[in-house]
């Protein structure tokens, strides 16, 4: 995708498919809130991600966006995903248009994710906080988009199939809630409804 304008375009016309749904009965869950912060480079849009620091208890070491459980303080849940982006990577909220959410996504780990979609406008340079992020990177969204790129595979948990996507990029492995929440955000801007 070359500009964020398109991207704007493409999210407001593109009707939003469910998520691969994963087993969740008899899972307490907790709300939480993403942030899918793309932002114009000059190799088109890309995706910002951090990585989780290996000393978490949740987590750690795995790829994430910003994002994390609501505070008093948050309006809503949206509110959540922008304090959080601002507190792990030094995003301002005011930076940010949110174009809308994604459909809920619940995780097995105990987690009712709300991902907030996100324009970045102005250049932006991530400041880490080290007891949260041990690294940020970004994705063209381009390579995203591609379905080869996406691979979901399907386990049994508990007799049901459960599914988990994987997204390999470079040396890195996003998976889990974060590949599959990425994998609904393609597949609504490309029309993909299954």
């Not at 088109?44 to 505070?71: C, D, M, Y």
């Not at 790129?149 to 459960?162: A, G, I, V, Y």
Request: proline share 9%; charged share 20%; aromatic share 8%.
């Amino acid at each position: 995708m070359d500009n964020l304008a398109q991207l704007r375009t493409r999210f407001a016309l593109s009707a939003s498919p469910q998520p691969r749904r994963v087993a969740t009965e008899g899972i307490r869950l907790r709300s939480a809130a993403v942030l899918l912060a793309l932002y114009q480079t000059p190799r088109g849009v890309e995706l910002l991600l951090t990585q989780r620091p290996t000393h978490l208890k949740a987590h750690p070491g795995q790829i994430a966006f910003p994002g994390g459980k609501p505070e008093p303080e948050d309006n809503d849940i949206i509110a959540t995903a922008l304090r959080e982006a601002w507190e792990e990577v030094a995003l301002a909220p005011q930076q940010v248009e949110v174009l809308g959410c994604l459909p809920v996504h619940n995780t097995l780990t105990g987690f009712s994710i709300t991902p907030v979609v996100g324009l970045v406008h102005q250049a932006f340079t991530p400041i880490l906080d080290a007891n949260e992020v041990a690294d940020s990177f970004s994705v063209p969204l381009d390579f995203l988009l591609a379905p080869q790129n996406r691979k979901t595979l399907w386990f049994p948990r508990k007799k049901k199939p459960t599914p988990i996507t994987f997204i390999p990029y470079q040396q890195r492995l996003i998976w889990g809630a974060t590949a599959a929440i990425i994998d609904t955000f393609c597949r609504q801007l490309t029309n993909e409804l299954d």
